[in-house]
């Protein structure tokens, strides 16, 4: 099987063995250019100059070779001076004269010139920021380009004698001229292919100790749904599943929600998310991979109708930084929680959505994962047409098993406290009004649900496992 290409090593870790041996080559070649001149002249600016030839004969990159040459203690040159030598040296001819130019031609030549010599821009489309690296011949990682950073540049453009201003470098930065960058879309490309040889899905899945018999599948079907919410394979629903981790503290419950993320796309990878503000909940759908609710009791039943109303979610409108616009943006996040309580579900109708997973131990988090084949599994499945939406069965099954971890509420809880159900008998039937007349002789006026509480408990949970009959519902008081 031929091998793929790839930035990432096989535990989702940017692989930087490339880039470093590139930058060594870089050295070794600078300063064999470096002995060449200092063989030629003794002369202090003509040995600089023929480094500065010798570097441009060579293919060396200006930038960098100029900051070395800078770094020698027998170069006493400041650094303009260095950095002019070498200019002239690398200067190209222009497609016409400097002369015949214009101002704007002349200031658009010289800032793209200027960032290709020392820098490396791109548009992180997933952040929905620009970011940036020197090319000083050292290896750094990309980091957030910043208006201190904006800044820093148009000093230095200015000290080489450019004649941009800091309004010509923001438009060439905040323009579609930089190559645009998906960190999550590279990771998977770079996965290469499956081998077939191992399910490291169930792997992941069966590191969870529980007794729930449906949790590997849906986990898997889950797993499949994430990344194709990443790849934008669903143009009508977003992925509506939330693996629900239900299990006493210490059982490494939030580690297993964040190492199912390669550690190249932790910083796509969120503890919590805040309902009540509902731009910050617009901006993480469209820029985080994996939010984990953690402590998913602590949300109040109006935070949990919210987070049911956005999980059908395919685009979201996000509003960019200063201004009054939105933009549609694709949805990128799935969601997966963790709770102590053992009954944290406060809404019935919306608990088909949760895979309810009780844990019964401490899950094994201590092993690593080959995340490349764990990944290249589902694009894999994905591409050979596996279902990555529960069927009508599942969701009915979910529903019958996330029974027992839904909050009882007042009116379900007096019912099953003083009333026991019946068979069809006439001397049985209670009306709601016969309900409510004898819950009023037994329970203090705080505790006596309303109708609506008592209709809702009778008529749609039947929790208390009545009878129900045209008039009523066949049950006795205990």
């Given at each position: 099987m031929r091998k793929e290409k790839t930035n990432f090593d096989k535990k989702g870790r940017l692989d930087e063995t490339k880039e470093v041996l590139s930058l060594r080559q870089l050295r070794l070649s600078y300063y064999t250019c470096l002995s060449a001149a200092l063989a030629e002249?003794?002369?202090?600016?003509?040995?600089?100059?023929?480094?500065?030839?010798?570097?441009?004969?060579?293919?060396?990159?200006?930038?960098?070779?100029?900051?070395?040459?800078?770094?020698?203690?027998?170069?006493?040159?400041?650094?303009?001076?260095?950095?002019?030598?070498?200019?002239?040296?690398?200067?190209?001819?222009?497609?016409?004269?400097?002369?015949?130019?214009?101002?704007?031609?002349?200031?658009?030549?010289?800032?793209?010139?200027?960032?290709?010599?020392?820098?490396?821009?791109?548009?992180?489309?997933?952040?929905?920021?620009?970011?940036?690296?020197?090319?000083?011949?050292?290896?750094?990682?990309?980091?957030?380009?910043?208006?201190?950073?904006?800044?820093?540049?148009?000093?230095?453009?200015?000290?080489?004698?450019?004649?941009?201003?800091?309004?010509?470098?923001?438009?060439?930065?905040?323009?579609?001229?930089?190559?645009?960058?998906?960190?999550?879309?590279?990771?998977?490309?770079?996965?290469?292919?499956?081998?077939?040889?191992?399910?490291?899905?169930?792997?992941?899945?069966?590191?969870?100790?529980?007794?729930?018999?449906?949790?590997?599948?849906?986990?898997?079907?889950?797993?499949?749904?994430m990344v194709a919410q990443w790849l934008g394979r669903d143009k009508r629903f977003g992925n509506m599943l939330v693996p629900l981790l239900i299990g006493a503290q210490g059982t490494h419950k939030t580690t297993f929600c964040r190492m199912i993320l390669p550690p190249a796309l932790h910083d796509y990878f969120i503890d919590d998310i805040k309902m009540d503000n509902a731009e910050q909940v617009e901006r993480v759908l469209a820029r985080m991979a994996l939010v984990n609710i953690d402590e998913y009791n602590a949300k109040t039943e109006r935070e949990q109708a919210k987070i049911k109303r956005i999980l059908a979610e395919k685009d979201v409108q996000v509003r960019k930084m200063r201004s009054d616009q939105y933009v549609l943006s694709q949805r990128t996040a799935s969601f997966i929680a963790t709770t102590?309580?053992?009954?944290?579900?406060?809404?019935?109708?919306?608990?088909?959505?949760?895979?309810?997973?009780?844990?019964?131990?401490?899950?094994?988090?201590?092993?690593?994962?080959?995340?490349?084949?764990?990944?290249?599994?589902?694009?894999?499945?994905?591409?050979?047409?596996?279902?990555?939406?529960?069927?009508?069965?599942?969701?009915?099954?979910?529903e019958a098993h996330n029974r027992q971890f839904q909050q009882m509420k007042k009116g379900e809880l007096v019912l099953t406290e003083f009333f026991e159900p019946m068979e069809r008998n006439k001397d049985y039937l209670m009306t709601l009004a016969d309900i409510e007349q004898s819950l009023r002789r037994r329970v203090t006026a705080a505790d006596l649900p309303t109708l609506r509480e008592l209709s809702t408990a009778l008529a749609t949970h039947f929790q208390a496992g009545a009878v129900a009959g045209r008039r009523g519902w066949y049950m006795r008081p205990i």
């Open positions: 002249s003794a002369d202090e600016e003509e040995i600089v100059r023929l480094t500065a030839e010798n570097c441009r004969h060579a293919g060396l990159p200006e930038e960098p070779c100029a900051l070395r040459t800078v770094a020698q203690e027998r170069i006493t040159l400041s650094q303009d001076e260095v950095r002019k030598i070498f200019r002239v040296a690398y200067m190209k001819r222009p497609v016409r004269p400097c002369s015949v130019l214009t101002r704007q031609e002349r200031i658009a030549s010289e800032i793209e010139d200027f960032f290709t010599r020392r820098y490396q821009l791109r548009y992180n489309t997933v952040k929905k920021i620009e970011e940036f690296r020197p090319l000083d011949g050292a290896w750094h990682p990309w980091r957030q380009l910043t208006e201190r950073d904006c800044r820093k540049m148009v000093h230095e453009q200015m000290r080489e004698g450019c004649t941009g201003w800091g309004l010509d470098l923001q438009n060439y930065i905040g323009s579609s001229l930089l190559p645009q960058y998906n960190p999550i879309r590279e990771f998977l490309s770079g996965c290469g292919r499956w081998t077939g040889r191992r399910d490291h899905i169930g792997m992941l899945a069966r590191r969870v100790p529980t007794d729930f018999v449906d949790w590997e599948p849906l986990f898997h079907r889950w797993f499949l749904a102590n309580q053992s009954r944290p579900l406060t809404d019935p109708t919306g608990s088909r959505r949760y895979i309810c997973c009780p844990v019964n131990g401490i899950i094994d988090t201590e092993p690593t994962l080959n995340y490349r084949q764990l990944y290249a599994q589902a694009l894999y499945e994905l591409r050979h047409g596996a279902r990555y939406w529960p069927s009508c069965d599942e969701e009915a099954r979910m």
